[in-house]
């Protein structure tokens, strides 16, 4: 007897030591979030306007560098300057690269940025900021390519932007049709009700 309940003491502690070390295992892996990402922000301007958009990561861990190219329609938009953005830079010392502006074929590349310091930052933020000038209205996709994040151009998705220049159809704008007057109207309607009397009277008079 003594010794069943030994047993069943030893099959009872075993069972908690195993769901303890199941726990623990669990807790030690990868938490599943969301996927690290990169995206460029679309904006709305107007012909003349100089204005910034952000270059932003999503869901990094311990990011240590980044780099990418990005392309636009120079027909429509000037790029004018690249500055770093604060996520490296507000955890530590960084080396930022503004990369090379060729406004002839629209195309900035070379942006990059390199994480000097102890302790890497992880989360969402702003990686680089850039300016343009509108020059004339249209939509101008915003593209990018030869992206890296932590030395490494996967495991992450790219979502591209756009810069809409207003008074272009292609981004809802263009010149608009006037609406008719209240006063049109009625007079369309009056003339209308003239005709169709004129075109009545001489069937009734034939009746």
């Not at 030994?6 to 075993?14: D, T, V, W």
């Not at 869901?59 to 604060?86: I, M, R």
């Not at 939509?139 to 810069?163: E, H, I, Y």
Request: hydrophobic share 45%.
């Amino acid at each position: 007897m003594r010794e069943m309940n030994r047993l069943k003491r030893f099959k009872r502690l075993s069972t908690t030591i195993l769901q303890g070390l199941i726990g623990l295992a669990l807790l030690l892996l990868p938490q599943q979030g969301h996927a690290l990402s990169f995206t460029v922000d679309s904006v709305t301007a107007n012909v003349g306007d100089t204005f910034s958009l952000n270059l932003n990561v999503a869901d990094a861990v311990d990011l240590t560098s980044w780099q990418f190219d990005l392309a636009y329609n120079p027909t429509l938009l000037q790029a004018n300057l690249v500055t770093e953005g604060p996520f490296l830079a507000s955890a530590g010392s960084t080396a930022f690269i503004p990369g090379v502006i060729d406004n002839t074929t629209g195309l900035i590349s070379l942006v990059s940025a390199l994480f000097v310091d102890l302790f890497p930052p992880s989360g969402n933020g702003v990686l680089a900021t850039v300016q343009f000038t509108a020059l004339s209205p249209g939509l101008s996709p915003l593209t990018a390519s030869n992206v890296f994040l932590n030395f490494s151009d996967s495991g992450f998705t790219v979502t591209n932007g756009s810069v809409c220049v207003t008074g272009s159809p292609a981004c809802g704008g263009g010149t608009p049709v006037p609406e008719p007057s209240s006063m049109t109207l009625l007079l369309i309607g009056g003339l209308t009700f003239w005709g169709a009397r004129r075109w009545l009277a001489p069937s009734a008079a034939m009746r």
